[in-house]
């Protein structure tokens, strides 16, 4: 059962500040994230401040500059059909394609994908485990099949749940963020605490701080993207394993490429490792062979989760050779 809690719904971003700035106030966009946390208690409110009726937050659009804009409201379904980026910025529409069911994409926003709460069943159950404040994270020698092979450092070991985080890091995306104070850029690579920085948040937004909208850059000549996720099931389901992909091309010859793991780490996961098996080079089957072995060298699994490793090696070569014959 849902606890008690005031409800406000300001049509102005102030207003929704001053309203988020009274302390035990919490952010609501379409709730289908929110929602189920204050169902089961994971953390108490005093206020939801719905920011649905905040008009400047919704839409996207194009800058002179190539620029995009992702009003912060814009549901989960409009990324995925959206026309400019289904052409330009093809890895994102697929990774939106990937969130949840229908129903929740026609709810839930960009916005409150990128801020969603963990997954983790420990942390979502009765379990008062180091991200709600107790002494120690239950995955450790608990069920962690679904758990991080890297960034848990010996804290919190749950995955970042965001399909459309990877790629827009990938992408290099940065959150307009909007507080009492004013505004200010965060790029998605920074948008993101390690457990072993800070344990008890998983972004860099303050209680009264609103994400606004997204931008992402124009991309280099000769640049594509993808997501693959792998899950368990078919139906609804997160990540077991996924990969944002933001490759530019000269003829067949990788010139830069940013890549990014999900199902892997408390954050999105950037590796280095791949990135720098690939730079310069022609994707031939040595070369992603040696990318998916260099992914996963330093990763470091717990009890039931070693499978993930041969499986993002699998993923790896399987989406670099897609790219490499699409070249
Ligand atoms: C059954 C189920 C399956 C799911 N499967 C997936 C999946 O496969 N992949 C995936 O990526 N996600 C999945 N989700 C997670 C999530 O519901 C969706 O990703 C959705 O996009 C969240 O958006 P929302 O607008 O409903 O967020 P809300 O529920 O309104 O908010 C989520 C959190 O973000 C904060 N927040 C929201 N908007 C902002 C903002 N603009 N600024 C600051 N803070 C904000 C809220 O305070 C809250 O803590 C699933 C959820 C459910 C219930």
């Not at 459309?164 to 963020?177: G, S």
């Not at 994707?283 to 996963?296: D, K, S």
Request: charged fraction near 20%; aromatic fraction near 6%; include cysteine.
């Amino acid at each position: 059962m849902l606890p008690n809690f005031d409800y406000v719904r300001p049509k102005s971003l102030r207003a929704a500040i001053t309203h988020l700035s009274d302390g035990g106030a919490v952010v609501h966009a379409g709730g289908t994230d929110l929602l189920g946390c204050l169902r089961e208690h994971v953390f108490a409110v005093k206020k939801v401040v719905s920011i649905s009726a905040i008009r400047e937050m919704q839409g996207i659009s194009e800058g002179t500059d190539g620029t995009l804009r992702i009003g912060a409201l814009t549901t989960i379904r409009t990324v995925a059909e959206h026309p400019v980026i289904r052409s330009r910025f093809s890895g994102l529409a697929q990774a939106a394609a990937e969130v949840a069911s229908p129903q929740l994409r026609n709810q839930g926003t960009l916005g409150g994908n990128l801020c969603q709460k963990p997954r983790c069943w420990y942390y979502r159950g009765d379990f008062n485990c180091l991200r709600k404040g107790g002494g120690i994270c239950f995955a450790v020698d608990g069920e962690n099949q679904f758990h991080a092979i890297f960034g848990g450092g010996g804290t919190c070991f749950m995955v970042h749940p965001s399909d459309t985080a990877p790629v827009l890091m990938a992408l290099k995306a940065t959150a307009r963020v909007a507080g009492p104070d004013g505004i200010r850029d965060v790029p998605l690579e920074t948008f993101y605490v390690l457990p072993e920085v800070d344990v008890r948040r998983e972004t860099v937004l303050e209680p009264h701080e609103v994400v606004t909208e997204i931008r992402i850059p124009p991309p280099a000549a000769g640049t594509r993207s993808s997501y693959r996720k792998v899950r368990a099931r078919r139906s609804w389901d997160f990540a077991l394993a996924g990969l944002a992909l933001v490759l530019s091309f000269d003829g067949r010859r990788v010139v830069d490429g940013r890549v990014v793991l999900s199902g892997a780490a408390p954050v999105p996961w950037r590796s280095s490792e791949v990135e720098q098996a690939i730079r310069g080079k022609e994707l031939n089957a040595e070369i992603i062979a040696a990318a998916a072995r260099a992914a996963v060298a330093g990763a470091e699994p717990l009890e039931k989760n070693g499978y993930k490793i041969p499986l993002f090696q699998g993923v790896i070569e399987e989406e670099l050779t897609r790219m490499s014959v699409s070249a």
